[in-house]
């Protein structure tokens, strides 16, 4: 089985801050980590993604995140926040061994830049 | 290019009516995906289709859901005799391949309520 777990519903982080948005997951094998960004009203948009090898990724728009197999974690980071980053982001992931070919998201996070 | 589409947007419907929604995926891609993000909530899978494989229906949450992809392109999902519950967001996905490593491209939704 696969699940992943983002532990906060809400961040709040200050215009040109840095911010962090937490992922953990659980699966049998290896993960395929993802991470989507959601603007209102709008479908999911492919930030990144963790397949194999650096455990840093970088992906769209200055974000980054941060594989780790011992914590089985898979934190997104931005360097300096913009007011424009406001929106709900989604972590997702599947296990290379199953069967299953869709992926599992997390409840998701909603991130708030304050100006 | 052009991305995934889905249509309609949006789509209110009585209490026991049957609906029907459409997802044209982006050209050239293999698989395509139907998940269901209901208020405050994250993804739910619900079918996959792979090529020419059976789908796998093993998310649909009960017998009054179905969908086909005709000609490996154009997926409808269909529910009959609509319940309260059904309103949702419902979003169709397509890659490139049905292995896990491949990202997933989103439509923009459709928006169901039933009244």
């Known amino acids: 089985a696969q699940s992943v777990a983002q532990p906060e519903d809400q961040v709040n982080v200050a215009e040109g801050n840095p911010l962090t948005v937490k992922c953990t997951y659980s699966?049998?094998?290896?993960?395929?980590l993802f991470w989507y960004v959601q603007y209102p009203n709008r479908g999911l948009q492919f930030l990144l993604k963790?397949?194999?090898?650096?455990?840093l990724v970088k992906g769209s728009y200055g974000f980054e995140a941060e594989f780790n197999k011992s914590q089985t974690s898979f934190h997104l980071k931005k360097p300096s926040a913009l007011v424009s980053d406001s929106a709900l982001y989604f972590c997702?992931?599947?296990?290379?061994?199953?069967?299953?070919?869709?992926?599992?998201f997390g409840s998701g996070t909603q991130l708030t830049v304050l100006p | 290019g052009a991305g995934v589409s889905q249509s309609p947007s949006n789509k209110v419907t009585e209490k026991g009516k049957d609906v029907e929604l459409r997802c044209d995926p982006i050209?050239?891609?293999?698989?395509l995906y139907w998940y269901r993000q209901s208020l405050g909530q994250g993804l739910e899978f619900l079918i996959y289709?792979?090529?020419?494989?059976?789908?796998?229906k093993s998310g649909l949450p009960s017998d009054r859901f179905s969908a086909e992809r005709t000609g490996g392109s154009v997926s409808t999902l269909t529910i009959q005799r609509t319940q309260q519950e059904d309103s949702a967001v419902y979003l169709c996905?397509?890659?490139?391949?049905?292995?896990?490593?491949?990202?997933?491209?989103f439509g923009p939704g459709t928006r169901l309520t039933v009244t």
């Open positions: 050209s050239g891609h293999t698989a």
């Open positions: 996905a397509s890659s490139l391949g049905g292995t896990g490593s491949y990202e997933q491209y």
């Open positions: 289709f792979q090529g020419n494989s059976a789908p796998d």
């Open positions: 699966v049998s094998g290896n993960p395929y």
């Open positions: 963790y397949i194999t090898g650096d455990n």
């Open positions: 997702a992931v599947r296990d290379d061994t199953g069967s299953a070919r869709q992926l599992t």
